[in-house]
């Protein structure tokens, strides 16, 4: 009997209060990790612990997701993937939009892929989505073919890049972020390895930078600001440690050298 995995996501009631109040609407969590990756929110109320009590809502949906969702407004963004039987050696990739208070179902979007090697822990949707509030932007890869794609908050496609193979031990686990017009992918892995920058309303490349080649990283880049300097790119990989790049031109400004083992943890600063 073939397995099929099932996600589910569900919602706790005091937590989307406060998280998709109209009065709280800086509070979106709009990337992995939420601002800039630090996994921090000013949100007060939320559980520590809960039951299926507290549930507002419980969906089920196809497959397996390992990525995060993300909430902008009273939208919240999850990707789940599953094995399509009408594909042969073929994936079923998903990105879901639902109402955040209620849980319903506002669009969803499929995208067929070819079945490749990944960790049986793993799953072909790793990747976690970011928004800036007019679109909403999601990376899926096989070894073929990288994509990062670009939705209008209606689900109306609005460009793809396809960005070359992408061979790893493990599948995809990195996450695009958003900062200053400009989309940012980290592609790190076992070949031709870069970080690139794509104008959000476009998807044109703005830069790419060619990256040290060793293992897959599964690491997702931040945003370093400090008051009277200019902001950097934080990557980390194996192959180049730490490093920080000019997140407009993609320039390197300085890195540690290379790390023992690959990258998983994403950096944050504090």
């Not at 990790?33 to 109320?45: A, H, I, P, Q």
Request: charged share 15%; proline share 6%.
């Amino acid at each position: 009997m073939k397995f099929k995995p099932v996600l589910s996501i569900v919602a706790l009631a005091c937590s989307l209060a406060v998280l998709c109040s109209p009065v709280r609407a800086q509070e979106n969590w709009a990337r992995f990790r939420g601002d800039n990756g630090t996994g921090v929110s000013e949100s007060k109320g939320i559980p520590t612990t809960f039951s299926p009590g507290d549930f507002r809502w419980n969906i089920e949906l196809p497959g397996l997701g390992h990525g995060s969702p993300i909430v902008w407004g009273n939208k919240l963004f999850v990707t789940s993937a599953t094995e399509a039987e009408n594909l042969e050696g073929g994936t079923q990739r998903f990105l879901f939009c639902f109402n955040a208070e209620t849980g319903e179902q506002i669009w969803s979007t499929l995208v067929g892929f070819n079945s490749s090697h990944k960790h049986k822990k793993n799953s072909f949707a790793s990747s976690t989505p970011t928004t800036d509030g007019h679109q909403v932007y999601v990376a899926f890869a096989d070894e073929q073919t990288l994509t990062l794609s670009a939705y209008s908050m209606d689900g109306e496609l609005n460009w793809r890049r396809g960005l070359g193979p992408f061979t790893s031990q493990h599948g995809l686990g990195v996450s695009p972020i958003v900062f200053d017009e400009m989309v940012i992918l980290a592609k790190d892995m076992m070949g031709p390895s870069s970080i690139m920058a794509f104008d959000t309303k476009t998807g044109e490349t703005i830069w790419s930078t060619l990256r040290k080649i060793r293992e897959t990283s599964y690491a997702t880049p931040m945003i370093l600001n400090r008051p009277g300097q200019e902001p950097q790119l934080i990557c980390v990989s194996g192959a180049s440690g730490v490093s920080g790049l000019n997140p407009y031109t993609g320039a390197t400004i300085w890195q540690t050298g290379e790390f023992p083992m690959r990258t998983v943890a994403s950096p944050i600063y504090g």
